[in-house]
């Protein structure tokens, strides 16, 4: 006995495309205003209100720049990470950036060490939740 079944239609499946991220000049703009801003501060500190002495400005731009080129590195790569590992990133970059100018106040290396750990705690606790929130 013969029944009339009709058959399913496969749908085409659709593929996203990736999202393509544009570089702005806001992508060189921010790392850069940050590792100034960390640069002049970390030259400050170290100044403590004496003179200007030479070692004190290379601490200042060698710090500047490096914090830039860590900024600029983690905001290329930051979208291939996983929400987790690029709250992480961000968090390790905080922490280590603030522990860093704490330990130039002649603070031990515990308190540095303590402060940049839960500084760098809030900020992967802000990134995670601002990306959980805010991801599909």
């Given at each position: ?115 940049g750990l ?19």
């Amino acid at each position: 006995m013969a029944t009339h079944a009709t058959m399913p239609v496969r749908r085409p499946v659709r593929t996203r495309t990736p999202v393509r991220h544009r570089r702005t000049p806001l992508a060189w703009a921010v790392p850069l205003a940050l590792g100034v801003i960390l640069g002049f501060w970390a030259f400050f500190i170290t100044r403590d209100g004496g003179t200007t002495t030479n070692g004190q400005i290379w601490r200042g731009v060698i710090s500047g720049v490096a914090f830039a080129a860590l900024c600029f590195a983690l905001a290329r790569v930051r979208w291939s990470l996983p929400r987790e590992m690029r709250a992480g990133a961000f968090g390790a970059l905080t922490g280590g950036a603030i522990g860093y100018l704490y330990s130039l106040n002649q603070n031990s290396v515990l308190a540095s060490g303590l402060l940049g750990l839960v500084v760098g705690a809030g900020m992967f606790c802000a990134m995670f939740y601002l990306y959980y929130t805010r991801e599909d």
